[in-house]
């Protein structure tokens, strides 16, 4: 079972074990001053009560929770829902047939009740979101999972996510187990990474849509590319300086650099596959591993980070590696300095001494011999 299956398991169980919270959620509505015309008391939305719903009003404090027993058809959901702008209270949709959520073309923002997190989960027919004016989410979670037909999110306009209740506690967004095409925009992934209260080590695509308006290459005056961007000696380092961020990893390999000051304004590395976001290898003169603007750093990895073969002095001291990893919040597993993370670095001091002594003997030995065959070709 992968990591993020198994939290799927825990957002069903959560799920259902929200709904039991149903008698304080009048309690809620009283906090948030709800409008009692404007307030949807029935816990399931059906034919039998549709003329209940509030449908002139922009703000609606309801429990929305769309089921395989909800008997309303996509029309008469765009119906009721053709004014609402804000919901106040729960939101799942789960377990449906519709082909996408248009029906909540207009919602701008859901507050949830208490803990509970807005859940699309199981809707075996959905193909898309299109939740095209969604711009916040003050929720405990955003989970997108299971929807084996779907996509993409056609969910362009995400700017805030806050919990409702610990509000230094970032919002859990999961994407995961959707259609085996499922494709991710890279403006909806770097709306999530512009907001910092999110988390987005739970988003999986298959892929990154693609997108006409920007580089799949590296050149002049480039601010996202898309793809994998590596630079050695012979790359142009003028052209990583207008780039904010990569959708896709980034591999600077082998060049004399001694800073990374180039990437003056690279702010998002978002790497999708399994492999690492951040790869800095064989660059024996480097003095500085801080990067100037780098914000955040995903990957599907949890080894999103790797030095390799960079100057000795960062693998000797781990503050270094601990001040990146702080600065990026990074996992324990991350960024990783010749294989080894920072606590490594502490406990394998010793035996990395030893070993960077035994290199530099053997490097001279190679040199020697390397000579000696040249000296027998010519
Ligand atoms: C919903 O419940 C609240 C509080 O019990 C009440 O004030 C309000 O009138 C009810 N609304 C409807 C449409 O029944
Ligand atoms: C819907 O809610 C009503 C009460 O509001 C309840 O009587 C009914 O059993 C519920 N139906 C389903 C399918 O959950
Ligand atoms: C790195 O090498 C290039 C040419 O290969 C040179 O133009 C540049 O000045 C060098 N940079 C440093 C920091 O030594
Ligand atoms: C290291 O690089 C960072 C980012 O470019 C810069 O802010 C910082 O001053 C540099 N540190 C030193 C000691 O040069
Ligand atoms: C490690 O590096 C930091 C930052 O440059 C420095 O403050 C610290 O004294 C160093 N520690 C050791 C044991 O050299």
């Known amino acids: 079972m992968k990591i993020h ?17 149903a008698k304080d959620i009048q309690e809620f509505f009283k906090e948030k001053n709800c409008d009692p015309k404007c307030t949807f ?18 703000q609606i404090c309801a429990e929305i929770s769309l089921n395989d027993k909800t008997d309303l058809s996509e029309q008469e959901l765009i119906f ?11 939101l799942n949709i789960i377990s449906t047939n519709y082909a996408n959520l248009k029906f909540l073309e207009g919602l701008e923002a859901v507050e949830c009740f208490d803990d509970s997190e807005v859940s699309i989960l199981l809707n075996y ?5 299109g939740l095209g004016s969604l711009t916040e989410v003050n929720c405990d979670g955003f989970s997108v999972k299971v929807n084996e037909k779907l996509k993409i999110l056609n969910m362009p306009d995400i700017k805030k996510m806050k919990n409702p209740t610990k509000p230094n506690k970032e919002v859990y967004v999961g994407i995961a187990d959707n259609s085996n095409s499922f494709c991710i925009s890279p403006l909806e992934m770097y709306n999530f990474l512009e907001i910092p209260t999110a988390g987005v080590d739970q988003i999986y ?4 849509c693609k997108m006409d308006t920007i580089c799949t290459k590296l050149s002049k005056n480039c601010i996202w590319i898309l793809g994998d961007v590596k630079i050695t000696t012979n790359c142009d380092l003028e052209n990583m300086k207008s780039v904010e961020a990569i959708f896709g990893g980034i591999t600077i390999s082998g060049t004399n650099i ?39 750093v995903k990957s599907d990895s949890s080894y999103t980070m790797e030095f390799e073969n960079v ?39 010793d035996y990395i001494v030893q070993n960077q002594k035994k290199k530099s003997e053997n490097r001279n030995g190679i040199g020697a011999f390397l000579i000696i065959i040249l000296y027998l070709f010519i």
């Open 311 to 349: 100057n000795p002095i960062f693998t000797l001291n781990s503050t270094y590696c601990y001040e990146i990893r702080k600065s990026l919040g990074l996992s324990d597993w991350a960024p990783k300095f010749d294989g080894f993370s920072c606590e490594d670095l502490d406990s394998n001091h």
């Open 80 to 90: 009721l829902f053709q004014n609402v702008k804000s919901i106040i209270g729960i």
């Open 125 to 129: 027919e959905m193909t898309e979101l």
């Open 41 to 58: 008391n029935s816990t399931n939305l059906t034919k039998s009560n549709m003329h209940f719903f509030p449908k002139s009003c922009n």
């Open 5 to 21: 299956e198994i939290f799927i398991l825990f957002s069903v169980i959560f799920v259902i074990s929200s709904s039991k919270k």
């Open 205 to 208: 695509a298959d892929s990154y």
């Open 258 to 296: 001694t800073d990374f000051s180039f990437l003056e304004n690279l702010k998002y590395v978002a790497q999708l596959e399994h492999k690492p976001a951040v790869v800095i290898e064989n660059i024996p003169n480097l003095m500085n591993v801080t990067f100037p603007k780098l914000k955040r």
